[in-house]
């Protein structure tokens, strides 16, 4: 990536921008070995970022058959049938390996121990013998989209969707407001022990959220927040990385515009809604996304709050499905995907933004 | 419309004292200009007359009423920012309107005073623009039009032409100037630049370290600076200082020996003794300068065309010549002054004053 930016000037008049990002290279003349290293390796991140996903989403098209197959496909595939004339419903269709039919493609009728009885599907009134162990089974390409229907039907997918939703909606918005409230306070007025609350907010930072967790659960459950989503957002709306963010932010915002304001007749609150919040936008934007994808993909402490089905959310559907005896994986993939969606569409649509308030935010 | 009257006004901050006890009265209609080197405490006091800066103590009166207390909002007071402050998410029309939504002002009401004041300042076509797509000058005159549709007691401005160039300056500067006389308002104006001052002033008060140096009509302040500092700093290029002894003192003259240059003929001042050190004081546009001679040395010469700098040494004299002159560095001349334009400061630096010696 650093090679892009140190790239020696590629004359390639009516190239596009990107074609000549991409084809550029530190060494002037051809490719420097560090061009090989840098490719290698943004080749090895992406397929280990991409391949489990690809994987996902494939296996997520494949019947409960095609997941157990041994060795297992790429591609999502299902035993061929055929509709035979003269007789009712389809039938597995076989590819003979030996014997005096061997490479046709056969239709099984009955089986009989280990005979099968086959028909030809171009003559179906014949009907052919075949000892089980001559065979295999002919597979086709085939999407299991019934996963799918399957998910949002036999399931509560839309109740588990709805309580994910509003959490992560109503949390980022109570995240955005306290957040940007406590910061304009941090940045904006002069207070004694100003530094200390900073660096008290900072610190928690520090403490990992596990070793907290059973006093936040007493907590939550003296105020009667168990098994309710309340019980959710309320604990995670005050973030110190938001906090931190929109500070560092707003301390660029001019205090002569404060002052502009305040000579406006604008009282500290209008200050706030009216200049400070329009202006800390682009700061409220990445806090916006990141929230999102804590409060979308948060697992823990959801888990230790909500114990009833109708209050989960889609990370704890997802968690209750492998829990049972039986695990029906292909439901399980396919809701598993359509819980990624969201969250990979918002990354689509704000992609920008999210680089740029990583790099500007210096957080993960 | 008002007056504002500062009484004894000090401003602290933990041990540093930045204005120390500042008395001023400004009349209805005035345009006042606090001048002063950067650092000098100007700024401050004009934030604390508008209510943005708390005074530690001293009485600040506006109208006759005490407004120390009061908040910025409730002062009645509009300020033109340096960096003019302009809201850069609004369009200049939401600029100028917020302060009026702000105090519950009817919408009608609000439109019609924007479109005077756009009128006014020509920013008619660019009420629907955002402040970045406005020029300097723009910007400039959106930050004084959401002045004006306050109506306020007394406008501040706040070094509001320090980020134009100097052209645009020019012009801005003659604009206030004229505002000012068809607002009739009080302003009061705070600049490093002591031109500014001169030209707009119809009071300058003279700022250093947290003290008032002087206060007075830019020319009496020309004229009859109090001190070396105000006659340092008002006049561009500024007030030559040469090291003086007094070497008789009568009646009807002062004879001094300038210090490298010769003896110098000054008018009669009060108390003077033989012996006494002082500061001469002359400007570079009354000092004489006749080729040949002895007493200074030509260094450089700067022709302006319409006017010419001559630098000298000793001590660094810079005279303006009218008109061009042939002098060239390196030519010994000898110095002249008129002994009426002659300014005289004693050690502390304070001026000697002519008159007091004539009526005595």
Same mark, same amino acid.
């Given at each position: 990536m650093a090679d892009a930016t140190e %790239?020696?000037?590629?004359? %390639?008049?009516? #190239?596009?921008r990107a074609a000549i990002f991409v084809a @550029?290279?530190?060494?002037?003349?051809? %490719?420097?070995w560090t061009d090989w290293a840098s490719y290698v390796y943004l080749v090895f991140g992406t397929l280990l970022m991409f391949v489990p996903v690809a994987w996902l989403a494939l296996s997520s098209l494949k019947t409960q058959a095609g997941l157990d197959q #041994?060795?297992?496909?790429?591609l999502p595939y299902e035993p061929a049938r055929a509709a035979l004339p003269g007789r009712p419903g389809e039938f597995p269709l076989f590819r003979v390996t030996?014997?005096?039919? @061997?490479?046709q493609e056969l239709a099984e009728v009955r089986r009989i121990g280990l005979q099968a009885q086959m028909v030809d599907p171009a003559a179906p009134a014949a009907v052919i013998r075949v000892p089980v162990s001559d065979r295999e089974p002919v597979m086709r390409l085939h999407a299991a989209w019934d996963n799918y229907s399957a998910v949002v039907s036999r399931f509560d997918f839309l109740l588990y969707f709805w309580n994910s939703l509003f959490i992560t909606v109503v949390a980022t918005v109570i995240t955005l407001l306290f957040n940007a409230m406590a910061a304009f306070a941090l940045s904006k007025y002069n207070f004694r022990g100003r530094g200390t609350v900073f660096a008290l907010i900072l610190a928690t930072? #520090?403490?990992?959220p596990t070793i907290i967790l059973v006093p936040n659960y007493l907590i939550a459950s003296q105020l009667g927040l168990?098994?309710?989503?309340w019980g959710v957002i309320w604990p995670?709306? %005050?973030t110190p990385t938001g906090v931190f963010l929109l500070r560092q932010y707003m301390?660029?915002?001019?205090d002569e515009l404060l002052d502009a304001a305040r000579m406006d007749n604008a009282s500290e609150w209008r200050l706030f809604w009216r200049i400070m919040l329009p202006l800390s936008a682009p700061a409220l934007a990445v806090l916006a996304i990141f929230s999102v994808m804590w409060r979308w993909n948060e697992f823990l402490w959801p888990l230790v709050v909500l114990s009833r089905s109708e209050n989960f959310t889609l990370q704890l559907a997802l968690n209750s499905f492998q829990g049972?005896?039986?695990?029906?994986w292909n439901l399980l993939l396919a809701m598993t995907v359509l819980t990624l969606l969201p969250i990979t569409l918002i990354f689509l649509v704000l992609q920008r933004h999210i680089t740029q308030g990583i790099a500007s935010a210096g957080v993960k | 419309m008002a007056n504002l009257t500062l009484h004894d006004v000090r401003k602290r901050f933990d041990d540093v004292h930045v204005i120390h006890g500042v008395d001023l009265e400004v009349r209805d209609g005035e345009f006042v200009v606090f001048v002063g080197?950067?650092?000098?405490?100007k700024s401050t006091l004009l934030r604390m007359i508008c209510g943005l800066e708390a005074t530690t103590s001293g009485d600040i009166h506006i109208d006759g009423r005490?407004?120390?207390?009061?908040p910025a909002a409730q002062r009645g007071l509009a300020m033109v920012f340096q960096s003019y402050a302009?809201?850069?998410?609004?369009t200049v029309r939401q600029n100028m309107a917020f302060g009026l939504e702000n105090i519950g002002t009817p919408r009608n009401e609000i439109d019609a005073r924007i479109g005077e004041a756009a009128r006014m300042l020509r920013l008619d076509q660019l009420?629907?623009?955002?402040?970045?797509?406005?020029?300097g000058g723009q910007r400039q005159r959106v930050a004084i039009g959401r002045a004006i549709v306050r109506e306020p007691k007394i406008f501040l401005f706040d070094e509001?032409?320090?980020?134009?160039?100097a052209e645009l300056r020019v012009s801005m500067r003659a604009e206030l100037a004229q505002l000012h006389r068809r607002l009739e308002a009080t302003m009061i104006y705070v600049t490093h630049d002591q031109v500014e001052a001169m030209t707009m002033a119809d009071k300058i008060v003279v700022l250093q370290s947290g003290r008032v140096e002087q206060v007075g009509p830019p020319l009496e302040l020309y004229n009859s600076p109090a001190n070396r500092f105000v006659a340092g700093f008002i006049g561009s290029p500024r007030m030559n200082f040469l090291p003086a002894r007094v070497v008789t003192a009568t009646q009807d003259a002062t004879l001094l020996e300038l210090e490298d240059i010769g003896p110098v003929t000054a008018p009669p001042r009060a108390g003077l003794r033989s012996g006494d050190q002082l500061t001469l004081g002359i400007r570079p546009e009354h000092l004489e300068i006749v080729p040949g001679g002895t007493g200074a040395t030509v260094q450089a010469v700067e022709q302006l065309g319409g006017l010419s700098y001559v630098r000298l040494s000793p001590h660094d004299i810079v005279a303006q010549i009218h008109g061009q002159t042939r002098l060239a560095p390196g030519d010994a001349v000898s110095l002249r002054m008129a002994p009426d334009l002659v300014h005289l400061f004693d050690a502390e630096g304070i001026a000697l004053p002519a008159a007091l010696l004539i009526a005595a």
């Open positions: %790239a020696s000037a590629v004359p %390639a008049r009516g #190239m596009s @550029a290279t530190r060494g002037r003349h051809g %490719a420097d #041994m060795p297992p496909t790429v030996k014997g005096d039919h @061997a490479g930072l #520090m403490v990992p168990v098994n309710s989503l995670g709306v %005050a301390l660029t915002i001019p049972e005896l039986t695990t029906s | 080197p950067s650092g000098c405490g005490r407004v120390n207390d009061l302009l809201y850069p998410h609004m009420l629907t623009r955002r402040p970045t797509q406005l020029s509001p032409l320090s980020n134009l160039d």
